[in-house]
């Protein structure tokens, strides 16, 4: 069965780390970074949990300074 | 499969719309203004129109829009946005004009301009922002504040004796014979995100169409004018806002 893998690319220095795109992730994804801060200081998003990506773009959707690139292959 | 297999230019399927560009914007973190502005970047784009497209920026947290989008805007006085747009639309009709206002912006000071061009059947489009508060002077009551909400000058609550009740413009705007489409959208889910683009979209197209005034209101947050997290104002907002800001369309002609 053709499965569908994701990944996503988040713009570090542009996240805020609202945690909305963590909100909206279904897998559980996405994740703040518990002590790593950008330059402005702030928790940026990351992907905690790589492999269960499905590249559905929730989180790009919500995410309110566009810092979020989904990549998506499908895998046979 | 690895996830540097998975990031290559070919697999992208979303990523920052073009006409964004990489100044940071100033908005608080979570703040519904940034997705809204991604949508129209998005739909101006992708309709082909961002070469004729002119945004009126107004007075509020939205001041600066004009940093961010790279199409051409002219920033209004405190409320004259619609009044502004009409002059553009009609000296340049084949021009897409659309005003970005928020609530103290179109449902306080610029009420007058918003209802004579909605009701004249201007050829722009309105994107109002209805956070129910005044958020870039520091949080006070605007007129969409709910019964009962806390505000920097309703520190007790809303009352209906001293302030009035809520008003809900957009509901006005829906019963003038000038406006072809007024909804109410809201950016707090990715469905919800989806159902705005497609709003914004057809108020746009409405505009080039030449139809008439469209009205798209997006309920939002302010998660720091309401003294909250991001996450915890998008519940706040369906549970509370909704109740007096149904989402969904008013009128489509």
């Known amino acids: 069965m053709a ?3 994701g990944a996503v690319v988040v713009n570090e220095e542009r996240c805020k780390g609202c945690s909305l795109c ?4 279904p897998t559980h994804t996405l994740a ?10 702030y928790h940026y998003a990351y992907m905690a949990d790589a492999p269960s990506c499905i590249g559905c773009a929730s989180c790009a959707l919500v995410c309110p300074d566009a810092c979020i690139e989904v990549y998506k292959v499908r895998v046979d | ?48 129109v961002a070469e004729k497209a002119v945004g009126i920026a107004p007075v509020g947290c939205a001041v600066f829009a004009y940093n961010y989008l790279d199409i051409d805007w002219v920033e209004a006085a405190h409320g004259r946005a619609p009044a502004l747009a009409t002059a553009i639309s009609r000296l340049y009709p084949e021009n897409l004009v659309f005003t970005y206002q928020g609530d103290g912006d179109l449902a306080a000071i610029g009420t007058c301009e918003t209802i004579h061009a909605a009701n004249r059947g201007e050829n722009i489009t309105i994107i109002f922002i209805n956070n129910a508060i ?18 920097a000058t309703t520190p007790y609550g809303r009352r209906v004796d001293l302030n009035g009740y809520p008003l809900a413009i957009t509901d006005l705007l829906a019963r003038l014979d000038g406006t072809c489409y007024v909804t109410r959208q809201s950016v707090h889910t990715p469905a919800a995100v989806r159902k705005a683009k497609a709003a914004i979209k057809k108020a746009f197209q409405n505009s080039l169409d ?15 004018g309401w003294k909250m997290s991001p996450a915890a104002a998008n519940d706040w907002m369906a549970e509370h806002m909704f109740e007096k800001y149904p989402l969904g369309d008013l009128k489509n002609v």
Do not use: F, W
């Not at chain 1, 703040?32 to 200081?41: A, C, I, M, S, T």
């Not at chain 2, 005044?134 to 806390?150: D, E, F, S, W």
């Open chain 1, 3 to 5: 499965k569908i893998r």
């Open chain 1, 22 to 25: 963590v909100v909206a992730c």
């Open chain 1, 32 to 41: 703040l970074q518990p002590k790593e801060v950008n330059d402005r200081g």
């Open chain 2, 1 to 48: 499969m690895d996830v540097n297999d998975i990031i290559k230019p070919e697999n992208k399927v979303y990523g920052k719309p073009v006409l964004m560009n990489d100044n940071n914007m100033h908005y608080c973190p979570g703040c519904s203004h940034g997705v809204v502005h991604k949508l129209v970047a998005e739909l101006l784009d992708e309709m082909g």
């Open chain 2, 134 to 151: 005044y958020g870039m002077t520091g949080g006070q009551m605007a007129p969409t504040t709910l019964i009962g909400m806390k505000t």
């Open chain 2, 210 to 224: 030449k139809k008439g005034t469209s009205i798209v209101e997006i309920v939002s947050t302010c998660n720091s």
